[in-house]
């Protein structure tokens, strides 16, 4: 929530409460945040309050009060109201005002070291020094989720997420750039993979049901300490990368939970054409319809099992074995087999690599 939304939201309140209406200048005079339409002192009244020593003045019609911070005027406060309890009112806006400021400011600082943490832009020392500074913890066991929609900069999906985690003061919520939404989790001691992957896939439902977005998550190993955080948005980063390479019909992924797609992801591009030229030669995966590879990828699912493939595809068990036939004659595999299964698999897997490489 931007700092001019929770000056309004602040002086409405106290509207309410007071019955005055109440206008915050910027440092040209110009209306920062109001919660009435009424004329504006004469300039020269206010250059002179400016100009003055005085801390608040006011009138029968109005008060002008002070905001400072670091004794920088940054804002005047004018109370418009004649009751004698005006004066007080004011002077309590204020107080919660530069409240506000310095809890928007302190927050956005931790954001900002957050971010650099998590971009190694600060040596060992620096990290727990700031932290000390900022009253953020060195020592807190962390998970950092990587939160990606189908929008840049989607505020409906960082809305959520915000008000899911409002309650938790120690958890962070940021972004280094517009790809996607960075949640730094701090957990408890009896916390470990299992809660962050139950973390992840609850974000994926309230995203789906509160913003009527489609998401992906991705989750690191579990970070010991404030150092490790660095490396744990690498393993955020590359699940997320990984998952949606080789696991296209997921929408959570785990850094300690990418199986065979982390091996083939780290191969050279070189190789993995050879492996591929080498299995189908002159043939090509797309050279397969659509409806041919959904029965090879349920076929997979039920572990080879042809009759329960056949049934949830309602698909005669023979129309199954003839298209195997087919395509044992084409690219002299036999999916049947277990060996022969693995190899188109893997292929399979191969070739999403090898398009994702050529488009990134």
Not at 14 to 24: A, Q, R, T, V, Y
Not at 31 to 60: E, G, H, K, M
Request: hydrophobic fraction near 40%; aromatic fraction near 10%; proline fraction near 2%.
């Amino acid at each position: 929530m931007k700092l001019q939304h929770i000056l309004q939201t602040c002086l409405e309140d106290w509207k309410n409460i007071s019955g005055l209406d109440f206008c915050l200048l910027d440092e040209e005079n110009r209306i920062y945040v109001s919660t009435c339409d009424r004329r504006l002192p004469a300039l020269q009244r206010l250059s002179d309050f400016r100009d003055s020593s005085a801390l608040c003045i006011s009138n029968t019609d109005c008060g002008f009060y002070k905001i400072l911070e670091n004794e920088h005027l940054l804002y005047i406060l004018i109370v418009w109201g004649k009751t004698e309890a005006a004066p007080t009112i004011g002077e309590l806006a204020v107080c919660q005002i530069n409240s506000l400021i310095t809890a928007y400011a302190e927050k956005n600082d931790k954001n900002t070291f957050m971010q650099n943490v998590l971009l190694e832009r600060y040596p060992q020392m620096e990290i727990f020094n700031r932290a000390k500074k900022l009253h953020i913890s060195t020592s807190a066991r962390r998970g950092v989720f990587l939160v990606e929609t189908r929008q840049h900069k989607d505020e409906n999906a960082l809305a959520t997420i915000r008000n899911i985690f409002s309650a938790r003061t120690r958890d962070f919520i940021t972004a280094v750039d517009d790809s996607g939404i960075i949640v730094i989790r701090e957990l408890q001691p009896s916390e470990g993979i299992k809660e962050l992957e139950n973390i992840a896939c609850m974000l994926v439902d309230m995203l789906n049901t509160e913003a009527m977005t489609p998401a992906w998550v991705s989750y690191s190993n579990i970070a010991e300490d404030i150092n490790h955080l660095a490396g744990a948005y690498k393993e955020a980063r590359t699940a997320l990368e990984v998952g949606k390479i080789f696991y296209a019909d997921k929408n959570v992924f785990g850094y300690s939970r990418l199986g065979i797609g982390r091996l083939i992801y780290q191969l050279p591009v070189e190789i993995c054409e050879m492996f591929i030229e080498e299995i189908f030669q002159n043939e090509t995966l797309d050279s397969i319809d659509q409806e041919t590879l959904n029965i090879i990828r349920t076929f997979f699912e039920n572990n080879l099992n042809l009759s329960e493939t056949s049934r949830q595809l309602y698909v005669h068990r023979n129309t199954l074995v003839y298209r195997f036939e087919k395509l044992q004659k084409k690219f002299g595999l036999d999916l049947r087999s277990f060996e022969d299964a693995l190899t188109f698999k893997l292929a399979m897997m191969v070739v999403d690599y090898i398009h994702y490489s050529r488009t990134h």
